[in-house]
C-alpha cells in the first residue's frame, strides 16, 4: 500500500470512527427504554460498564478518534511533527485496541451480550492501529541508513 | 578543454563527502535511537492508561449482584394480597407490571425497586399492584416443554394455588441466572418450590399437567393486546408505559401523576 493510501485509509477510519463515537454518546444520553424486548435484552448500553468513573465510555472514543485525527492534519501541516505524530498515533490506537479488547471481552463474558455499534468501533479501532504500526514501522526502516561497504 | 582538478582537490572533496555522509548518518542515528525511547515511552503509556482504565472500570461496579437484598417477608409481610394482586383493591390507581422471570431487569426491578414501591404507594393504600406475566424471552413455541420463561410463570401461579405467589415470585427472581440455561427446568421449579416450603405434589402435579398454561398464554395475549413491547412494563390505569433508565424516579412520577389525575408522562 502506498504511502498516500495508507494516509487515506487512516483519514477514511478515523473519520468513521468520530462518527460511530458521536452516535455512541448521543445514544448513551438519549432515554431509552430498560427493558428486554422479544428474545434480547438491551443489556450493553444501559450497563454499569458503560461508564468510567461517570463519564460515558463513548465519550473516550471520541476524544481518542479527535486526537488522532488532530495528529493525521499536524502530521501533515507540519513536517516536523512526522515522528511524534506518527508515534502517537501508534500508541493512541495501541490504548484504544486494548482497551476495545477489554470490552469486547467484558461483553462477551461478563455482560453477556453484544453490542454492533461496540464491535463496529473495536473493528475500526484494531484496524486503525494495524495502519498505524505500518506506518511506524516504515518510519523505523527510513531511518536506517545501511553501512557503507567497506 | 577543462582544467583537471588536482589529487589534493579530488581528496579534500572525497573527504567532504565522507564527512557529510557520516553526519547524516549520525542524525539518523540520533533520530533512530529518538523513536525507539518515543516508542517505549508511549507503549508504556499506553499500557498503564488501559490498566488505569480497566481498574477504575471495576471500582465499586454495581455487578447487579442479588445478594443481600431484602427477604420476601420484609417486603410482602403484612401487606394485604389477594392473588396476583397487592394492595387494597379499591384503590384508585392500579399498577400493572408485565414481567418475565428470566428477564434480569425485572429481577433487578423486583428485587431493589419493587420494595420500595410497595412501601411508597402500596402500604399506603394510592394503588393496588398487579402482576401478569408476559413470558417472551425463551426462543421455544410457547406450549413447548422446555420454555422457560413459561414455565416459570406457571410456576408462580401454581404457587398461588397454597397461597404463597409472592414469596416465590421473589424466589424465582433470586434464583435467576441466565435466560434458557436450564435455571427455570421443570426438575429445578419444583426444587424451589420444595425449598419453599410448599406442597411439592400438589405442586408438582399443578406444573406437570401444564394447569396454567392457558392463564399465563392469555396474559402474554392480553399484553400484546395493550401494547407491551418489552418488561419490565407497567399499566397505570390503562397507560402502558416501559421501565426506562430514569429508573423508579421516572415511574413514581407516572403513578403520582395517576394518582393526581394528571396524564401519565411517557
Same mark, same amino acid.
Given at each position: 500500500m502506498s504511502s498516500t493510501r495508507l494516509a487515506l485509509a487512516s483519514l477514511g477510519l478515523t473519520v468513521l470512527g468520530i462518527a460511530v463515537a458521536v452516535y455512541m454518546v448521543y445514544i448513551h444520553y438519549q432515554e431509552s427504554a430498560l427493558i428486554c424486548g422479544v428474545g434480547d435484552c438491551a443489556k450493553v448500553q444501559t450497563?454499569?460498564?458503560?461508564?468510567?468513573a461517570g463519564i460515558p465510555i463513548a465519550w473516550f472514543g471520541l476524544i481518542m478518534y479527535l486526537a488522532l485525527l488532530g495528529l493525521w492534519i499536524g502530521k501533515r501541516a507540519i513536517p516536523a511533527m512526522t515522528d511524534l505524530a506518527t508515534v502517537g498515533t501508534f500508541g493512541i490506537t495501541l490504548a484504544g485496541t486494548l482497551y476495545v479488547a477489554y470490552l469486547t471481552y467484558l461483553e462477551i463474558w461478563v455482560i453477556e451480550a453484544i453490542c454492533q455499534w461496540c464491535v463496529t468501533f473495536a473493528i475500526i479501532t484494531t484496524l486503525l492501529f494495524l495502519l498505524s504500526a505500518l506506518q511506524l514501522w516504515r518510519l523505523f526502516i527510513a531511518t536506517s541508513v545501511p553501512d557503507e561497504p567497506s | 578543454m577543462s582544467a583537471r582538478k588536482s589529487p589534493n582537490a579530488d581528496r579534500r572533496e572525497a573527504r567532504r563527502q565522507a564527512r557529510v555522509a557520516q553526519e547524516q548518518k549520525q542524525l539518523q542515528n540520533a533520530r533512530r535511537r529518538r523513536l525507539i525511547t518515543m516508542i517505549s515511552g508511549v507503549v508504556a503509556v499506553a499500557v498503564i492508561a488501559v490498566v488505569i482504565l480497566v481498574i477504575v472500570n471495576n &471500582?465499586?461496579? !454495581? !455487578?447487579?449482584?442479588?445478594?443481600n437484598l431484602p427477604a420476601a417477608e420484609s417486603i410482602y409481610g403484612g401487606v394485604q394480597s389477594q392473588g396476583l394482586t397487592l394492595g387494597d383493591?379499591?384503590?384508585?390507581v392500579t399498577v400493572t407490571e408485565y414481567a418475565d422471570y428470566q428477564c434480569p431487569y425485572c429481577a433487578n426491578f423486583a428485587l431493589k425497586t419493587e420494595p420500595k414501591l410497595i412501601d411508597d404507594f402500596v402500604k399506603t393504600g394510592k394503588i393496588k399492584y398487579v402482576f401478569r406475566p408476559m413470558p417472551i &424471552?425463551?426462543? &421455544?413455541? &410457547? !406450549?413447548? !416443554?422446555?420454555n422457560e420463561s413459561v414455565q416459570a410463570a406457571e410456576a408462580s401461579m401454581c404457587a398461588n394455588d397454597q397461597g404463597k405467589f409472592w414469596e416465590f415470585h421473589h424466589l424465582l427472581y433470586t434464583k435467576?441466572?441466565?435466560?434458557?440455561?436450564?435455571?427455570?427446568s421443570n426438575a429445578n421449579l419444583i426444587n424451589y418450590a420444595a425449598e419453599e416450603g410448599l406442597d411439592v405434589t400438589s405442586f408438582t402435579s399443578c406444573l406437570n399437567t401444564g394447569k396454567y398454561q392457558k392463564a399465563v398464554l392469555d396474559s402474554r395475549a392480553q399484553g400484546v393486546k395493550d401494547?407491551?413491547?418489552?418488561?419490565?412494563?407497567f399499566d397505570i390505569n390503562g397507560t402502558v408505559v416501559t421501565y426506562t433508565t430514569q429508573g423508579y424516579d421516572k415511574l413514581k412520577q407516572q403513578i403520582q401523576a395517576a394518582i393526581d389525575g394528571e396524564s401519565i408522562p411517557k
Amino acid at each position: 500500500m502506498s504511502s498516500t493510501r495508507l494516509a487515506l485509509a487512516s483519514l477514511g477510519l478515523t473519520v468513521l470512527g468520530i462518527a460511530v463515537a458521536v452516535y455512541m454518546v448521543y445514544i448513551h444520553y438519549q432515554e431509552s427504554a430498560l427493558i428486554c424486548g422479544v428474545g434480547d435484552c438491551a443489556k450493553v448500553q444501559t450497563s454499569t460498564y458503560a461508564e468510567v468513573a461517570g463519564i460515558p465510555i463513548a465519550w473516550f472514543g471520541l476524544i481518542m478518534y479527535l486526537a488522532l485525527l488532530g495528529l493525521w492534519i499536524g502530521k501533515r501541516a507540519i513536517p516536523a511533527m512526522t515522528d511524534l505524530a506518527t508515534v502517537g498515533t501508534f500508541g493512541i490506537t495501541l490504548a484504544g485496541t486494548l482497551y476495545v479488547a477489554y470490552l469486547t471481552y467484558l461483553e462477551i463474558w461478563v455482560i453477556e451480550a453484544i453490542c454492533q455499534w461496540c464491535v463496529t468501533f473495536a473493528i475500526i479501532t484494531t484496524l486503525l492501529f494495524l495502519l498505524s504500526a505500518l506506518q511506524l514501522w516504515r518510519l523505523f526502516i527510513a531511518t536506517s541508513v545501511p553501512d557503507e561497504p567497506s | 578543454m577543462s582544467a583537471r582538478k588536482s589529487p589534493n582537490a579530488d581528496r579534500r572533496e572525497a573527504r567532504r563527502q565522507a564527512r557529510v555522509a557520516q553526519e547524516q548518518k549520525q542524525l539518523q542515528n540520533a533520530r533512530r535511537r529518538r523513536l525507539i525511547t518515543m516508542i517505549s515511552g508511549v507503549v508504556a503509556v499506553a499500557v498503564i492508561a488501559v490498566v488505569i482504565l480497566v481498574i477504575v472500570n471495576n &471500582l465499586g461496579k !454495581d !455487578d447487579g449482584s442479588l445478594e443481600n437484598l431484602p427477604a420476601a417477608e420484609s417486603i410482602y409481610g403484612g401487606v394485604q394480597s389477594q392473588g396476583l394482586t397487592l394492595g387494597d383493591p379499591n384503590a384508585p390507581v392500579t399498577v400493572t407490571e408485565y414481567a418475565d422471570y428470566q428477564c434480569p431487569y425485572c429481577a433487578n426491578f423486583a428485587l431493589k425497586t419493587e420494595p420500595k414501591l410497595i412501601d411508597d404507594f402500596v402500604k399506603t393504600g394510592k394503588i393496588k399492584y398487579v402482576f401478569r406475566p408476559m413470558p417472551i &424471552l425463551s426462543p &421455544l413455541p &410457547l !406450549d413447548s !416443554d422446555g420454555n422457560e420463561s413459561v414455565q416459570a410463570a406457571e410456576a408462580s401461579m401454581c404457587a398461588n394455588d397454597q397461597g404463597k405467589f409472592w414469596e416465590f415470585h421473589h424466589l424465582l427472581y433470586t434464583k435467576q441466572n441466565g435466560e434458557n440455561v436450564g435455571i427455570f427446568s421443570n426438575a429445578n421449579l419444583i426444587n424451589y418450590a420444595a425449598e419453599e416450603g410448599l406442597d411439592v405434589t400438589s405442586f408438582t402435579s399443578c406444573l406437570n399437567t401444564g394447569k396454567y398454561q392457558k392463564a399465563v398464554l392469555d396474559s402474554r395475549a392480553q399484553g400484546v393486546k395493550d401494547g407491551v413491547s418489552g418488561t419490565p412494563s407497567f399499566d397505570i390505569n390503562g397507560t402502558v408505559v416501559t421501565y426506562t433508565t430514569q429508573g423508579y424516579d421516572k415511574l413514581k412520577q407516572q403513578i403520582q401523576a395517576a394518582i393526581d389525575g394528571e396524564s401519565i408522562p411517557k
